[in-house]
């Protein structure tokens, strides 16, 4: 296949990961690539905006932000006469295959050219701008669209590519503001990108524990202002100093009149006579390096954009669904995308948000609660849930009880922190958290509850059982790793002796080693992965200078989660994994890889080793080797990350997965109580969606005598991650 790829519209973060995907996974299937520079005005100039792009020329670009074939919004290719000259210049390339990487109208002239196609080739036979047989040799243009958009407002799939980095800067950003607002008792109004959509603003919102969030979905009714107002009013007489409102830039009221950040401002000014700043964020959003999920999404997209053109057929939009890159037609993903619109521009939000799919429904309903000033109070029967850690920290963690105890409270159950997780536990240090007692907690690392590794013995057993009673607990929530789960599998086992562990126990996944069952992902990974990422993007850079190995150790005990999305993440040349292991064969085998780049150019070398791959082939031990065999080609260095990867503020990645596991497990652990049903359960994200997993089988869902599960869907991305670091 001849390939024509460009990215087009606004740009995003990752779209350079993409195209490196693109284009390395098109050359080792044998294909050509062209590159076509400044999106579709680089299609209407042809001749040196398009050209052909080898291994090296992606090379080192994963960790940059933009897009290094430029972009552009291109007037000419809006009408026919750009589009027939579009496809004289594709044609005349060879070109009948293209990737196009960007927002939703990018994609809707990539569709029309394929649909045009065949009309647009018979008029340039008619004009004599081509031959009969040259039209006869491209039938018909293959398109793959990729979504390079950091709003997140195409429907039909998970998330766009750019716009887990564009929350990363929201979260980062609002998160200061906060404090300095809480300083100051101050009302800040941000305004956040998106102009059709409210995606960023709503997960920003939650994400951060902002008290307004005002989006083109949901706009207010009349009599807004006095409603915010007294929000606000509320708000400060509750305790909280400082309020953030967050608008989207396309956030209207529910008559279609705009709301703007000046608007917001004078109101809350003159009737509550408070000082009031106001943050534009802007293209802030939009720049900088792309996240680890925007670099390894984009790879994945970009990868199986190859391996869809081979498919003769209508166009596709490629996204991911849950953690897999699959197929929509394109069409159909644009019509949506129009209906959404349209029902904006109606006033039909109901339609607007149901368009955008369950999770975004979803997301709106959790952030209604969460951003009250005060619990509703209860409506049926109420319930005493206790809530703890257990296991190693892991960031993310205090905004999974800030959701619960606001959840729960909010109707009426009342919550019991148990506190240092198993150690609490045994001792009954047990106490009342109320709504405002996790104020704040969204955006802070580590645990505020306290947890520890301990594990529950036979002899710490009565002391729980009399505590459970004592408290009269009627369902736990236990929110941690594996620890957590065999606490939950040993109630379940000892619960014909005690009777108070007849009880309904649900275990919210977090650690940062995302080795536990049921879940694709845990709370806590994310972050780790970023802090390795970041880590590594500075050491790569430090190496420029001179022809340097570095051999990386990270976290993830005998889960290899972390080292290998991390390794795919930062274009490592080499994964050592606790599921193969490691033979000395291969680590010579990878020395003689590494001797043979350096001597053909390469300047930095990357191996990432899990701790746990092998117990004698250490760090240290494979650093040596490489050094004492890379004689003068290159030297080596090693950097073992240690604890930087457990600590941090949670990525907003992590704390949305926070809010979204955690009102899954209270709906479910309410449920339980109300039909009296003491069962232990995982609730996990299982292909996008939130789902339960019986822990009375627990043995049965891990590898025997190793800490991770039996099936793990990340490891056939070990083959993209080797594709794509080879040398040609
Ligand atoms: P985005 O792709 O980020 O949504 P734009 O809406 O500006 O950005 O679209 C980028 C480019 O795609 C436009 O400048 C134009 O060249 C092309 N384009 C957009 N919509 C159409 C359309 N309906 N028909 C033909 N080309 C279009």
Redesign the pocket.
Known sequence: MKIGVLT???D?PGMNAALRAVVRSAISGGHEVLGIRR???GMIEGGPSMQRMGWSDVAGILQRGGTILG????????QPA??RQAALNLVQCGIDRLVVI?????????Q??HEEWPSLLAELVERGDLTAEQATLHPHLGVVGLP??IDNDLPGIDVSIGSDTALHRIVEAVDRIFSTADSHQRIFVVEVMGRRCGYLTLMASLATGAEVAILPESPPGPGWEEVLCQKLAAARKAGRRASIVLLAEGARDSLGAPITVNQVKDLLETRLHEEVRITILGHVQRGGAPTAFDRNQSTILGAAAVEALGKVGEPVLIGLHGNQASPTPLKDCLRRSLAIDQALKDGNQERAIELRGPHFVRALSTRKILGRIEPTGPTGETFRIAVMHAGAPAPGMNMAVRASVRLLVDQGHTVLGIRRGMKGLVEGDIAELRWMDVSGWSSIGGAQLGTNRRVLSGHDLYAVARHLEHFQVQGLLIIGGLTAYQTAETIRANENHYPSFAIPVICVPATIDNNLPGSDFSIGADTALNSIVEVVDRIKQSAVASRRCFVVEVMGRECGYLALTSALATGAERVYLPEEGIEIERLLQDLRGFSAGFQSGRRVGLAIRNECANPLYTTHFIASLFEEEGKDEFDVRQAILGHLQQGGDPTPFDRTLAVRLTAGACEKLLELCKTRQALSLGVGLQAGRTDFTDLCVLDHLLDPGRGRPRTQWWLPLRELMRKLAQRE
């Open positions: 087009s519209g606004g995003s999106g579709y005005t972009s552009a919004r291109s007037q000419e290719f809006r750009g589009r960007g927002g939703d109208g990018s994609l809707s002239g990539a029309l050219l390079g958009s």
